[in-house]
């Protein structure tokens, strides 16, 4: 039977319940008002017979008008019971005119219709008692309030995490925007049985099934809300593309012993990536009572780099940025979010090395986090000098400039596009490492250079894109079906930054590091879970196109070159990098001419010392000037 047939054989049966009992209780009515008179009427059976049928089919005309039959009774509220009372009045409405042009009420006696209005009601509530005190063991659920505009939903998830949920959802007095009609957990299910109350009515793999008969016993389809052990990517994905055909909305509650928030379900839902247990202990230890500046500290990295640093009590934090806009923001949300922490924001450029000398005199830092950097790809292909001066001589700048104030720890945030890169933007990243080794020789300044890859929703991000074109109706557009990128939230990215900069020690070798990215993730996959996560069928409400492969792109990153190797941390989630190269002897006067070339704005100069100083990307370079004249 399928769930449809299910939900109307339900509806049947409640309202082949609702009737009978009310042809029931008039009959004991009509027989308990003539008990106490003998004889009774001539026409005493055909009487009880025809106000039985009479009022049973009133019962229901009233029932069907006002849905009630739609009623699942273990999901009954007070707002269903004030129905089912609105029910029985209009059945009496209705039956009074009918039976008075049936016999002028001859032989009825009035009393007992207020006799089997008592008795009908009685069995009315009893009954729906009876199945709440075998489903969800509260016998009493319908005297309670349910808010009138809540949202109905299903739960999916671990039980202890919906325990926390549903008991916060109670404590909110009726004001909770979510009334849940039932749960589906995610380990082995016993239907039949209820968690505080709230029926159990399948496991997770009865999802399709749920939502079609609450559907159709509903005349609409239920949201989804999960927490706990749903929540991981496997289960996300399958949960939103059943929500999406069946076009219903997602939503998350978060459940720690603090309770439980609605969440929107984000893009970091679907990463698939195990939890971090990280010790704060040894970023404490560095950041507290220290004077921290971060470059590009209105940036998506940068600001969350300067949040978690806030939360660590710095004696002063510094942010630096040459954005008016991103600065202005990332001051306002840090001094909202922390009134006693000592800000300073700067309104600067890490290619003006007299702002950098101006800045440090001042505050004098003691850690330096270089997140400033252009990092669009294919508009770095075409900006080529711009790329070479910001990520290239910014760097150069803030590094000599910090071992001038002798910084005691430099962090700077790199990317996988550094690593055998075919694009300006990763070239420059991996010449900004380079130069910022170099240049840490030269002081007592502790160096951590860290790679990872894509954060999720930053500026730039292929997120933020994906979501503009869902919102416009599409279409979404992909460069190509085998593309795949490294992900990670700017949250955990951030938090595992600082914990690579902890773990930098003084030594001759530099402090390089890279982020566990986890497994790489196809971006048709995730443009695929974006659409759905707005209740969108991929290919039939959203299309998805494909663009093919744009300048300096490759259809996968790397995290390390072939001649490094990378081992364990104590930090989970942070591989020190291993194996060294050897920079060509005129390196330094290289880099003053590319700087040169950049500054004066040649491009075809710039790119060829950019090739020769980043051997990987010269050999890119003229793979591509090949295939040109071969063209």
Known sequence: MNATHQAKRAMFLTLTFDVVTAAVAMALAVTARWSAVEGGPPNFPALIAISSLMFASSALVSFYILRIHRQVWRHMGATDAVRVLQGVALASLIFLPTIFLWNRLIGLPRSSIFIAVILWVAALFTGRMIALARSTQQPFQFFQRVPKDAAKAVLVGDEAAAAIVINKLRSQNGGAQVRLLGMLPTTEAEPGRAIKGVPILGDIDDIDYVLEMLEARYGEVPWVAVTGDARVPSKMSDLLEVAARLKTKVIAFSASEDGADQKEIRPADLLSRRQRNLDRAPVEEIVRGARVLVTGGGGTIGLELARQCAELEPERLVLFDASEYNLYSADLMLRRAYPELKLHSVLGNVRDTARLEQTFGEFQPDIVIHAAALKHV????????????????GAK???????????????????????????????TKRLAELTVTRNAQYGAMIPALVRFGNVLGSSGSVVPLFKEQIDAGGPVTVTHPD??????????????????????????????????????????????????????????????????????????????????????????????????????????????????????????EALHLLGRLVPEYGNSLRAAEVGAEGA
Do not use: W
Request: hydrophobic share 45%; aromatic share 6%.
């Open 397 to 427: 700048n803030v590094a000599r400039t910090a071992v001038k104030y002798r910084t005691k720890r430099f962090v700077f945030v790199s990317t996988d596009k550094a690593v055998d890169p075919d694009n300006v933007m990763g070239a």
């Open 378 to 393: 294919p508009l770095m292909e075409q900006h080529v000098c711009e790329a070479i001066l910001t990520n290239v001589e």
């Open 483 to 604: 593309v795949t990128r490294f992900f990670m939230t700017v949250e955990e990215a951030a938090a595992l930054v600082l914990q690579a900069a902890a773990q930098a020690e003084p030594s001759e070798e530099t402090g390089l590091y890279v982020l566990d990215m986890g497994e790489p993730i196809r971006i048709e996959a995730l443009a695929e879970a974006m659409i759905r996560m707005h209740g969108k069928v991929p290919g039939k409400d959203i299309e998805i196109v494909y663009t093919g492969l744009r300048p300096g792109e490759k259809l996968a990153e790397v995290l390390t070159y072939d001649f490094e190797a990378i081992q364990p941390t104590p930090v989970d989630g942070v591989l020190k990098v291993k194996g060294g190269v050897q920079v060509d002897e005129r390196f330094d006067l290289m880099l003053k001419q590319l700087l040169r070339a950049a500054d004066r704005r040649e491009r075809t």
